[in-house]
Structures are given as C-alpha cells and as structure tokens.
C-alpha cells in the first residue's frame, strides 16, 4: 500500500469541507432553501431555454453575459425600488458564495483583512482562508443587533479591506436597519489598507424575504461607490440548484472582480437558465409572500409558546435557548424533521417550509418538548 504525501497546505491539513449534514427524512427545513420547486410554467420556460442554449455548446459562452446582467438590473430596480442599476453596476457567479469569493480575490490577500460580526453567516471565513486572507470577527449585542461604537472601533483598529454585513442575517435572521448600514459604509470610507476605502458587502441572499418597511441597501449604492450588494437566486427565485448569485455596486468595483474571475465562469446554460426564471419573477415573488406569512406565523407560534426569537426578515427563524440543543435537534430528527443547529450554543434554527412541513415540525416540537 503507498503512502500519500501530498503537499497539502498546512493550514487545510485536516480540515474538513463545510455543509450541512445531508441526510434522506421526509421533512428537510435545514438549509434555508425554498420549498416550492419550481412550477410547470417555469420548468417548461426553463427546459425551452435550454435546449436553445445547448445548441451552441461548441462554443464557449459570453464571458460577460450583458444580456443576463441587464435583466438582473431591471429586477432589483423593481424588487427593491432603485434607481439608475445597469448592465456595468451587476455582477453574477456560480451562487453568492463564488460572488463573494470574488470580491476577496479582489480586494483580500496576504496581509490583509476582512471584518465581520458573529454570528453571522460561516462561510466568511472559509472565503478568507481560500484567498490567504486575514479573518476579524467583532461581536452582535444579545439582541443581534450591532452595536456602532463597536463596529468603529473595529474598524479603526483592524483596518480591513472587506466588511461582511448580512441582512437578513444568517442564522439569526435580523436585518439591519438601513441608517446603521450607512453608518458603516461613512465609517469604511478611507478605513482599509493603505487609506483606501474599506469594501462594506451587504448580503442580501434573503432579502426578498424582509418585512414591510425594511428596505434594501441597493436604495443607497449611488452614494457609496465601495459599497456592494449580493444576491442570489437560490432563495426566493427556488433555484438554489441551479446556483445563480449577483451583486450590484458601482461600475468600478465589478470591474475588478471580472479581472479575477475564470474565464467563461458562468455556463451558457446556467445563463439560460437564470434568464428564464427572471422572466417569472411576479409568480415566483408571490410564493415568497405565503413563505413570509408562515414565517411570521411560525415566529408567534414559537414565542407564544415562550421560546424566544430574534425578529426574522428571512426565511427561516432562531428559536430557543435549550440547555441541551442537541436533544432537541435529535427529538425532531427521530420525528422525520431535519432543522439546523446552528448558531451561538442553545439555539437552533428552523427554515420555513410549506404550511404541511411546518404542521409537522410544531407537531414533532411539541412532543419532544412535552408541551
Ligand atoms: N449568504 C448567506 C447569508 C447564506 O445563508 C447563503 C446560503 N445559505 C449564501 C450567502 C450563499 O448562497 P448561494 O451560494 O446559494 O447563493
């Protein structure tokens, strides 16, 4: 038998690859997906679009997609209302997480440092390490909230070149208000390496989830040239399958992520295929607004049986604290209910499924917890 000595380095040597633990139970509300596969329309659109696009497969696709960037334009100025996106401010990848990966390709590096608040989303990290980043975490108050003093601070002192704020926020599930994101962006402003502007990331993966009255940091890109917002489509648009994420920030910011990306990144068909759900996005949008109602429904439920949770504008929500989250995790598995635990220790995280899925997942809460 031969013995492997691979020159792996020596900060992944036994590391293991992130995700979530796949496992074949009837009632899967652990990894924020969208429970509503798409519907025939959509997968008849999809299907036609395909086989168009799969004959010119000999050829390499559009490098740049202009075509699929100015439709992802003109929907974000619907969705969220503003103004004067095009072609040059959007950017897409292989889901957000590769958009994200960009952007520290970008503007990350050997002696450099991206800042965060925890908890937040885990694969920040994991983004930091891919491009030899330094990775900085300050803290959210017991509330989730942040705090600014704190965040200035952190900033001050840590000069970093990429600031990670998710709103909705993963796993909690808190938007931030918009004045504190436009606190952060003045406070990024001359803060990174070298006196340059520190990059303030939004993402916004489950914005299409928030609450009335919570509006998108896209409304405040025209003043904030080192401001990037990132999307995806594996959220409210159900296509987490088909792994289309975007961005939208000022001209000059996309066009240092396309000197790092791969060549022809973004397959023809996936072009294709996100093109095509875009044209569905009023059907898709209107499925997210039942997802919102049972996401407020399942948070009253929850608090009304004394639990606490943070105020989710996603779609998914934190519920506890359990001296023994594990067991209660477990209790819900044995039930045939896969949920997340995630999150600071005692919490766990529940995705918002369909009105059967969520039947069951109070169903199977309420035994194991003897309620
Ligand atoms: N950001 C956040 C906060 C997320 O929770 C996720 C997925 N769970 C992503 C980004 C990445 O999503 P995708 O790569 O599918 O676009």
């Not at 696709?61 to 969220?80: M, N, Q």
């Not at 609450?211 to 959220?235: C, D, E, F, Q, W």
């Not at 995280?349 to 194991?368: C, D, K, Q, Y």
């Amino acid at each position: 038998m031969s013995v492997t000595r691979l020159p792996i380095r020596a900060d992944l040597r036994g590391v293991h690859p992130y995700g979530a633990p796949q496992l074949d139970v009837p009632v899967l509300l652990n990894v924020n997906e969208n429970p509503y596969p798409p519907s025939p329309a959509v997968v008849a659109d999809i299907a036609d679009a395909v086989a168009a696009a799969a004959t010119g497969l000999n050829r390499y696709p559009d490098r740049d997609f202009p075509a699929l960037r100015a439709d992802l334009a003109a929907y974000l100025g619907a969705e969220s209302g503003a103004t004067g996106l095009t072609v040059d401010h959007l950017w897409a990848a292989n889901g957000s997480n590769e958009v994200m990966l960009h952007l520290l390709q970008a503007f990350g590096g050997p002696g450099r440092t991206a800042l965060s608040f925890a908890p937040t989303y885990s694969m920040y990290p994991e983004y930091a390490r891919d491009t030899f980043t330094g990775w900085v975490t300050g803290r959210r108050e017991s509330d989730f909230t942040l705090d600014l003093p704190h965040v200035r601070a952190m900033i001050a002192e840590h000069r970093p070149c990429v600031i990670f704020l998710a709103s909705p926020n993963n796993p909690t599930g808190t938007a931030l208000p918009i004045d504190v994101v436009e606190a952060i962006a003045g406070a990024a402003r001359g803060a990174g390496p070298g006196g340059a502007d520190a990059v303030v990331v939004v993402d916004e993966a489950y914005a299409e989830f928030r609450r009335t009255g919570t509006p998108s940091a896209l409304t405040i890109l025209p003043r904030h040239p080192h401001l990037a917002v990132s999307r995806t489509m594996s959220k409210a648009f159900a296509l987490a399958g088909a792994r289309v994420g975007y961005l939208a920030a000022a001209p000059d910011l996309v066009d240092a992520l396309r000197v790092v990306r791969l060549p022809y990144h973004l397959s023809a068909v996936t072009q294709a295929v996100a093109r095509a759900a875009l044209r569905h996005s009023g059907s898709l949008l209107a499925r997210v607004a039942e997802l919102r109602d049972e996401r407020d429904a399942t948070v009253a439920w929850l608090r009304g049986h004394g639990l606490e949770v943070p105020g989710s504008d996603a779609n998914f929500a934190l519920f506890g604290t359990f001296d023994d989250r594990h067991e209660v995790w477990q209790g819900l598995l044995d039930r045939g209910v896969l949920i997340r635990a995630t999150g600071p220790d005692g919490w766990l995280r529940v995705s918002i499924g369909t009105p059967g899925e969520m039947v069951a997942f109070r169903a199977a809460l309420e035994e194991v917890l003897g309620w």
